[in-house]
């Protein structure tokens, strides 16, 4: 019996947790948030993106991007996310198989780890960790020519269930669905693909943390930015409604990650003020929707030129200057924030009133890029800071760095105990440094005095110090 009671318990403790874990992101909607995005299939776009989505006052929008199992190498989707890192992009990132000429493969539960492994190997741009699972899966052409919702839910399931397990951070969104399908040979009704979805796996949304919409203005992606309701650029109100009525009472914060008019030589200007009345007058009007990643910013040849914001000739088409000069809020995702002091070096000997230079070498182990706009070293022990001054930095993460700071010392002549904290976003990197300085009077005329030799040898020193870091900094990371 006791060993029942343990089991049931073990099975409790272990539900928990990972409920527990499964809540532990941040919702995006809690700090300021900037949903302009667009989606992009190549590296190579971020810039265009960048100039796009933090145009006008904003800053940190999205792209959505592709990666298929072959693509999953870790030193260029590293790079990739230090590129989004500095141009501000927060990443949306869709899994896919293989294409085999005619249909994408159907997904298989024993890839999973690999990919878990995958993307835990990677520093994430942001706290967030924004994974969609799977694109139109009521296609059958997207689940290996042929359609099957429980396949789908166990998949997602299993999928959410180790990520989430492996960090807390992951944010699950489900493939977005095409909401114009009919049913058919090739593709089913979304409304009886959810349904089937949720008789086989009841719980289903208790694996997802967000709605992955693909509010297309349908029929033939033409219809009016006024519409609403089902296969509208609003249809994710109609998901979020059916959802709904399965029981389901959590908020879902939305994510529009396809959308878009076709674009002919005879309405390329009505699509640019479609685009701006959905950005302005819909989709940003809503306070639940977190990005709208239109489809797509590049594609120069068949089936999607008709889609893209950019031109064969590499100029853009209307929409994108149309979009990129509308206002935009600066968002402020989080980041972790995190780094060790490896060592610090002090002079402690120093005449009175005067300056001296100290060194940190510190690693950043976090997400945010260091400098000195949001860096500083702090005096604990003081009321009045001593430290006045920083040397211009810039730390990426996962990269070691020289931080130079410049110390006051006392007007008057003793022993002074210091308390040297380095901070970022005034979060404390590391422990705090803790030791004495003396500040002595020296006279002028002599030049032998014991001080001056001292300040004299290791201000030597440190200056080897900093050329010797500055040429050798990549040994460090």
Not at 250 to 264: A, D, N, S
Request: hydrophobic fraction near 40%.
């Amino acid at each position: 019996m006791k060993k029942i009671i343990c089991s049931l318990f073990l099975v409790f403790l272990s539900f928990f947790v990972i409920f527990k874990d499964s809540l532990a992101f941040n919702d995006p909607l809690s700090t300021p948030n900037n949903i302009y995005g667009i989606g992009i299939i190549n590296y190579s776009d971020l810039k265009d993106a960048s100039y796009l989505v933090n145009s006008t006052g904003g800053d940190w929008g999205y792209v959505t991007i592709v990666i298929t199992k072959e693509q999953r190498d870790k030193n260029i989707w590293q790079d990739f996310f230090d590129e989004a890192r500095k141009l501000h992009i927060i990443p949306i990132v869709r899994v896919a198989t293989k294409f085999d000429g005619k249909n994408w493969e159907t997904p298989n539960i024993k890839d999973i780890d690999s990919w878990v492994n995958f993307f835990n190997s990677l520093n994430w741009v942001i706290e967030n960790r924004y994974i969609v699972i799977g694109n139109e899966s009521n296609h059958s052409k997207e689940w290996g020519g042929k359609i099957n919702p429980e396949e789908y839910a166990l998949y997602l399931k299993t999928f959410s269930e180790r990520l989430k397990n492996s960090n807390k951070d992951y944010f699950i969104l489900p493939a977005g669905l095409d909401q114009a399908a009919t049913n058919s040979i090739i593709t089913m009704d979304e409304k009886i693909y959810i349904q089937r979805m949720v008789k086989s796996i009841p719980n289903i949304f208790d694996y997802i943390d967000g709605l992955n919409s693909h509010s297309y203005p349908n029929p033939n992606f033409l219809g009016a930015e006024t519409a609403i309701g089902r296969k509208s650029i609003r249809g994710y109100e109609w998901e979020l409604s059916l959802i709904k009525s399965f029981g389901v009472t959590k908020k879902l914060p939305v994510f529009i990650t396809e959308t878009g008019w076709v674009r002919t030589i005879k309405n390329e200007e009505i699509i640019t003020k479609k685009f701006k009345y959905a950005f302005t007058s819909v989709w940003s009007k809503d306070p639940q929707i977190v990005a709208v990643t239109p489809f797509i910013l590049n594609y120069g040849q068949d089936p999607f030129f008709e889609f893209s914001w950019k031109n064969i000739d590499g100029s853009f088409f209307n929409v994108y200057n149309e979009i990129k000069s509308i206002n935009k809020i600066a968002g402020l995702p989080i980041q972790k924030i995190e780094g060790e002091i490896i060592i610090n070096f002090l002079n402690p000997f120093g005449s009175p009133n005067t300056l001296r230079r100290g060194y940190f070498i510190a690693k950043n182990t976090g997400q945010n890029i260091w400098s000195n706009l949001n860096i500083k070293i702090i005096d604990e022990e003081k009321e009045e800071n001593s430290v006045i001054g920083i040397s211009k930095l810039y730390i990426e993460p996962n990269k070691s760095g020289l931080v130079v700071y410049t110390l006051k010392f006392p007007e008057k002549a003793g022993t002074y105990d210091l308390k040297l904290g380095l901070f970022v976003e005034n979060k404390r990197i590391g422990n705090i440094f803790e030791g004495s300085i003396i500040s002595i009077e020296t006279p002028v005329e002599k030049d032998n005095n014991l001080s001056d030799l001292i300040n004299v040898t290791i201000t030597k020193f440190y200056n080897f110090l900093s050329l010797t870091f500055s040429l050798g900094s990549k040994m460090l990371k």
